[in-house]
């Protein structure tokens, strides 16, 4: 088709005209030009993922070689090679088979400009609208707007044709696919990003179509490169179709570019639609290939809509069935629940149990609150569905659903009826059951209740008075046994009442008919019968009385003596816990102290002890005194207790818990304490004595060791700000203090054996010694940490300064320079450095200059950050800012002076000029010099200087 509308001379002009147009990159813009206005708008309008354009790009550009090759050329940079217009231009003819305007031939922007305004006209006048893409954004080399345009162009030429049934265009390409990959295992195309991702899809669709190309049984789920990369391969070289997607970029992005994969796919529905728009074969060999592939597809397209009539039905049939199902289902399973709760709702017995009663209840409440709901919800659905079902069977031509015997909706109908009849004053029933058996429950819990007090406190009343429980009692509790008898004679003349009581509850619990009153009678009766007979009933009581009245004045007499020696016994009680308890105290205080361990560090700590122990030695007669008082009282207390016939138990003094024996236990193990402490005390002060000795000796050989070593530490310190000598010096000196220390070391470790000593012996503190053993340690490794670093400095220095060429006066100048401002020596700050370069003469621009200028060389200096600079990285920015560069600059001016001027070096020079070895390593890495100027054989020595300083 291109080449029948497309006249020859034109196509070949276009053609050699892109190829000899050089490639510019010309950023002028015309005056009140705002590049990046179309820009934004497109970006506010959707931005691209980096990985997405990557795809695009790739996809896009291969799709336009598609066919930009048929006019024998391509493009490789599709934000670069659209920018003159000129083969978008040719890219709108093949695709479309028509002529556009002729190019401009010019190679000025406005040229470019007119000419991409052309192929946007001819778009426009497709019917498409461009929104927000520009022509000066296609020549500015927009990719966003470039990318844009071409997905227009794809939609419009490749795409919108694309017509399945009711669908079109991307709907329609996404059908075809379905239908076509729908018999293929683990094949489900639901979008054009992620259901491509293991490539099973396109090897789906090709198998499709030409199964002779690929074997889809052996492909596997598992393996989606392997299954992408043969889909691809096969498409590029049987189908014509050029690979524009790449397996890793599908597989490993997390959702595919769908433009990407959209305009791949498209590819395939063309290629097997038999698509030869580009193409120009024989028309009457075309027309009889295509009526094949007519008849053959018609026949197919008869069998699908065949397929597809008997489905429908089936499916009619079968949603129909389902429902007679759900119907029978719901059904069955209604009545049975109503069969269910019909007994139990028409029966009205009880056995009088209250508790059967509630419970009846609250299932009911129950049944109406949880299990009725539900059920009226499935009759109602019931009635649905049977309409429903009728109405679709009416609709489709099939005969009336008649569901089994007894589920038809009348029959569900009659038995709701019944349940509802049942339930009606069932509710009622069971509450006036509930409050007539509560009343009953009410009166005989109360009948109950003053029967067990009245027998309660009659029980034991005889037992109470002829009791002797005042012999086991105290002061206090026998004063209370005598205000209870009091109570006890008031209580017994008013008891008559509950009686009563008692007699009237039994009566009316007979006359209601209470279940259980054989229960009640067999314990009221003979209180009855006692008061129908008044007389003997008060005549036992009376004879009752004077029993008690008799014991209540014996037990009176008793209770006034036990008080008055009860009295005796608690001031005695008193007396001896309040002399007891002090005394207690100085025993357990006493047997702590001696039982303490001695835990001393110092000969004054021993010494003390000793001395407060020989005072306590001396207070042991008078404790012995109070120790004989205190068991005189515990003595007098058991003398009356058995002499007025009281319970033993009755010497526990109830003010304390101490007893006699008790102190008596203690006592004697504080005697028996003393002379183990008196031992204790005389080790501990010989070993005291050792430890003060090995103090002594410490204090003696660390107070020289220590001013030693700050004497030399100082010492490196000196040489190491330096400002005066030569750093060979330096060296010297440091090596000559290394020899000095290592002389003196066997003084340190004498050190570590006398404190190895005082550890074993735990002596961890020494007042007389100024330096400790941890601080010697720390003092010997920062000597020697010290003397080595600032040696491996002054080489560092001596280095630099042999390879920069710098005096040692412009050496000593910056190290006392440095050493200036590094006030703490950690190295110079950011203000420090600022200051120190100012005081040398470097040129700081003042304000936001100086800042500027300070950032780039703190970006020299401290390229990590760390926030302070060391002076070798200070010595080797000075000698750079001072000295010569050696830069990429300087090699390529040597080699042209080697080169005698020329832009490229000859094999023979370099060998000339330079030794052997370093010449060939030149030669073997030196590029060709590309140049039509140049002769065989000849490099390119500018770019080998520049790769000399690069990375």
């Known amino acids: 088709m291109m080449s029948l509308l497309l006249r020859p001379y034109e196509k070949q002009i276009m053609v050699d005209y892109y190829q000899q147009l050089p490639a510019t990159n010309n950023n002028q813009y015309p005056p009140g030009y705002d590049p990046t206005q179309q820009e934004e708008e497109w970006d506010r309008e959707g931005l691209l993922d980096p990985a997405w354009e990557k795809q695009q790009k790739k996809t896009f550009t291969a799709w336009c070689n598609s066919h930009l090759r048929k006019a024998g050329t391509s493009i490789e940079v599709i934000e670069e090679d659209f920018r003159n217009g000129l083969k978008l231009m040719l890219l709108l003819e093949v695709i479309s088979g028509e002529p556009l305007p002729r190019p401009d031939r010019g190679k000025m922007r406005f040229h470019k400009i007119a000419n991409v305004n052309k192929a946007l006209e001819y778009i426009e006048s497709k019917g498409v609208k461009l929104v927000s893409i520009g022509a000066e954004e296609i020549v500015d080399g927009n990719v966003k707007m470039t990318l844009g345009l071409i997905w227009t162009i794809i939609l419009r030429f490749a795409i919108q044709d694309i017509n399945v049934e009711e669908f079109s265009a991307r709907d329609g390409l996404l059908l075809w696919c379905q239908r076509k990959t729908a018999p293929y295992d683990n094949v489900n195309v639901q979008n054009f990003h992620t259901s491509w991702k293991d490539g099973l899809a396109f090897c789906a669709l090709i198998h499709r179509h030409r199964p002779e190309l690929i074997d889809y049984s052996k492909l596997s789920k598992a393996d989606p490169i392997h299954n992408l990369n043969l889909a691809f391969e096969i498409a590029e070289k049987h189908l014509d179709i050029p690979r524009m997607l790449d397996a890793e970029d599908l597989v490993y992005s997390q959702k595919p570019d769908e433009k990407s994969v959209m305009t791949y796919v498209s590819c395939f529905y063309h290629a ?496 007389i010694a100024r330096y400790s053993m941890e601080s010697l340690r720390v003092g010997w490794e920062s000597l020697m940490t010290s003397i080595n670093r600032t040696i491996n400095e002054c080489e560092n220095q001596i280095l630099m300064r042999d390879s920069k060429g710098i005096t040692e006066e412009q050496l000593n100048e910056y190290r006392a320079s440095y050493n200036h401002f590094d006030k703490d020596r950690q190295g110079l700050d950011q203000e420090q450095l600022k200051s120190c370069l100012i005081s040398i003469g470097y040129n700081i621009r003042p304000g936001k200059e100086g800042d500027q200028d300070m950032a780039r060389i703190l970006a020299v200096l401290d390229p990590n950050r760390i926030g302070r600079i060391p002076f070798d990285a200070f010595l080797d920015f000075m000698t750079r800012e001072t000295g010569d560069a050696d830069t990429a600059e300087q090699m390529v001016d040597s080699f042209r002076i080697l080169a005698s001027g020329k832009p490229y070096i000859t094999v023979e020079e370099i060998r000339r000029e330079l030794p052997a070895d370093q010449a060939e390593y030149c030669i073997e890495r030196m590029s060709s010099y590309k140049s039509i100027n140049g002769p065989p054989g000849c490099y390119d020595y500018v770019a080998f200087s520049h790769s000399l300083y690069s990375h």
Not at 546 to 564: I, M
Not at 686 to 691: F, P, S, W
């Open 272 to 767: 097997f639609r038999g698509d030869m728009v580009n193409n120009v074969p024989d028309e009457k060999a075309v027309m009889t290939y295509v009526s094949s592939y007519y008849h053959c597809f018609l026949g197919m397209r008869k069998a699908e809509t065949a397929a597809h009539r008997i489905c429908r039905v089936l499916k009619v049939n079968q949603d129909n069935e389902r429902m007679m199902e759900d119907y029978e289902s719901l059904a069955s399973d209604l009545l049975a629940w109503i069969r269910h709760w019909m007994p139990w709702l028409s029966s009205r017995s009880t056995d009088d149990n209250l508790d059967l009663v509630r419970r009846k209840l609250e299932d009911f409440r129950n049944y109406r609150r949880h299990e009725k709901p539900p059920r009226i919800e499935e009759k109602g659905k019931l009635e649905t569905l049977f309409n429903t079902l009728q109405t679709k069977l009416r609709l489709s031509n099939r005969p009336a659903f008649m569901p089994t015997e007894g589920h038809l909706i009348k029959d569900i109908n009659a038995a709701w009826r019944g349940l509802e009849d049942s339930e009606k004053g069932f509710e009622e029933w069971l509450l006036c059951e509930m409050m007539r058996l509560e009343r009953l429950e009410h009166l005989a819990e109360k009948f109950r209740r003053k029967c067990a007090m009245h027998e309660e406190w009659a029980h034991g009343k005889e037992a109470i008075l002829q009791s002797n429980d005042w012999r086991s009692c105290g002061l206090y509790m026998i004063k209370a046994l005598r205000k209870r008898h009091e109570a006890f004679e008031s209580d017994l003349g008013a008891h008559q009442d509950r009686v009563e009581q008692i007699a009237a509850i039994a009566r009316e619990l007979n006359n209601l008919k209470y279940p259980k009153i054989a229960a009640v009678n067999s314990r009221c009766q003979p209180m009855i019968m006692i008061i129908s007979s008044k007389w003997a009933f008060f005549q036992s009581i009376c004879d009752h009385w004077d029993l008690l009245g008799s014991l209540s004045q014996q037990r009176r007499r008793q209770l006034e003596e036990a008080e008055r020696v009860a009295e005796n016994l608690d001031r005695l009680y008193l007396d001896f816990a309040k002399r007891a308890a002090p005394f207690n105290n100085w025993l357990d205080s006493t047997r702590e102290d001696l039982a303490d361990l001695v835990v001393v560090h110092e000969m004054k700590e021993i010494q003390d002890l000793v001395q407060s122990h020989n005072t306590f030695k001396t207070t042991i007669p008078d404790a012995d005194a109070e120790f004989k008082s205190i068991a005189s009282i515990e003595q007098e207390i058991i003398r009356l207790i058995e002499q007025h016939g009281f319970d033993r138990e009755l010497i526990k003094n109830p003010y304390t818990d101490l007893t006699g024996a008790e102190l008596h236990r203690k006592w004697i193990e504080v005697q028996q304490a003393i002379p183990k402490r008196d031992n204790q005390l005389q080790q501990e002060l010989h070993r005291q004595q050792n430890n003060e000795r090995l103090r002594q000796l410490f204090a003696e050989k660390a107070n020289k060791v220590g001013p030693y070593l700050e004497r030399q530490l100082e010492q490196v310190l000196a040489i190491g700000l330096g400002g005066r000598g030569s750093l060979e010096g330096a060296i010297s000196q440091l090596k000559n203090i290394h020899q000095q220390a290592m002389a003196y070391k066997p003084n340190l470790d004498e050190l570590e054996k006398i404190n190895q000593e005082m550890q074993e012996n735990f002596v961890f503190e020494n007042r």
